[in-house]
């Protein structure tokens, strides 16, 4: 009997077997719900935007892609050559990943991954989320110079929400008791899966660079997306 905690993992093996309308109910405490298509997690190299793709050109040396999910990137570069290994916490989404003929996949917690030295760490679609908050996103800085090899880098995409407090004038309201705007909580549905609310974190181009510098990353936005989101490199010294 599988875990009654793993919507993705659950969807991504319905859509291998033939599920392909399967969709993942996505709440959250900041907008309306909203539903994640599951084949567009399985889509080609061809089908991914110009900026995913540009980080896959980005990539160099051993390649560890974070919160990998159906493997759409680490199959991407392991079809390239690229010593790619997928990670990811879904154990639905570790065995999606091996049925595609993902070599290297890893059921494991980022944080608790230890001893291996990765050159690039890759976090897509919103990937340094999972950090969930900036203390957080100051625990997981640290925690990838455990991961890096000497001049190693993280590509990660994020994206700066403010747009989402705006009023119909343009004016903004934020609540500055509440904490950093880009702090979000979801909560993913998958017929009877349920993931459980969880902290996610969008963070603007501006604080990100901020936090990299104090933990000694020198950093770089590489490509701007067209919904506010952007691809940034942090890079440790050789």
Same mark, same amino acid.
């Given at each position: 009997?599988?875990?009654?905690?793993?919507?993705?993992?659950?969807?991504?093996?319905?859509?291998?077997?033939?599920?392909?309308?399967?969709?993942?109910?996505?709440?959250?405490?900041?907008?309306?719900?909203?539903?994640?298509?599951?084949?567009?997690?399985?889509?080609?190299?061809?089908?991914?935007?110009?900026?995913?793709?540009?980080?896959?050109?980005?990539?160099?040396?051993?390649?560890?892609?974070?919160?990998?999910?159906?493997?759409?990137?680490?199959? $991407?570069?392991?079809?390239?050559?690229?010593?790619?290994?997928?990670?990811?916490?879904?154990?639905?989404?570790?065995?999606?990943?091996?049925?595609?003929?993902?070599?290297?996949?890893?059921?494991?917690?980022?944080?608790?991954?230890?001893?291996?030295?990765?050159?690039?760490?890759?976090?897509?679609?919103?990937?340094?989320?999972? $950090?969930?908050?900036?203390?957080?996103?100051?625990?997981?800085?640290?925690?990838?110079?455990?991961?890096?090899?000497?001049?190693?880098?993280?590509?990660?995409?994020?994206?700066?929400?403010?747009?989402?407090?705006?009023?119909?004038?343009?004016?903004?309201?934020?609540?500055?008791?509440?904490?950093?705007?880009?702090?979000?909580?979801?909560?993913?549905?998958?017929?009877?899966?349920?993931?459980?609310?969880?902290?996610?974190?969008?963070?603007?181009?501006?604080?990100?660079?901020?936090?990299?510098?104090?933990?000694?990353?020198?950093?770089?936005?590489?490509?701007?997306?067209?919904?506010?989101?952007?691809?940034?490199?942090?890079?440790?010294?050789?």
């Amino acid at each position: 009997m599988r875990m009654k905690n793993d919507p993705i993992g659950t969807a991504v093996l319905d859509y291998m077997a033939g599920a392909e309308d399967a969709e993942v109910i996505v709440e959250s405490n900041l907008t309306e719900e909203d539903v994640i298509p599951v084949y567009y997690l399985f889509r080609t190299e061809a089908e991914m935007p110009e900026l995913e793709q540009q980080a896959l050109d980005a990539c160099r040396g051993a390649v560890l892609d974070v919160g990998a999910g159906a493997g759409c990137h680490t199959l $991407a570069l392991q079809q390239r050559g690229v010593n790619a290994t997928a990670l990811d916490v879904s154990a639905g989404a570790v065995e999606a990943m091996r049925r595609q003929g993902i070599r290297q996949v890893l059921h494991q917690d980022v944080y608790k991954l230890e001893g291996a030295k990765y050159d690039t760490l890759l976090m897509l679609m919103n990937g340094i989320g999972l $950090a969930g908050s900036l203390p957080g996103l100051d625990r997981f800085l640290e925690h990838a110079k455990t991961l890096l090899a000497p001049g190693g880098q993280i590509l990660l995409e994020s994206a700066d929400i403010l747009y989402m407090y705006e009023e119909e004038d343009g004016s903004v309201i934020l609540d500055l008791n509440a904490g950093y705007y880009g702090e979000v909580k979801y909560n993913m549905k998958y017929k009877e899966q349920e993931s459980g609310w969880f902290d996610w974190l969008f963070i603007d181009a501006a604080i990100l660079e901020d936090y990299a510098l104090r933990h000694g990353y020198t950093f770089e936005v590489l490509q701007q997306g067209d919904a506010g989101n952007y691809l940034a490199r942090l890079e440790l010294e050789g």
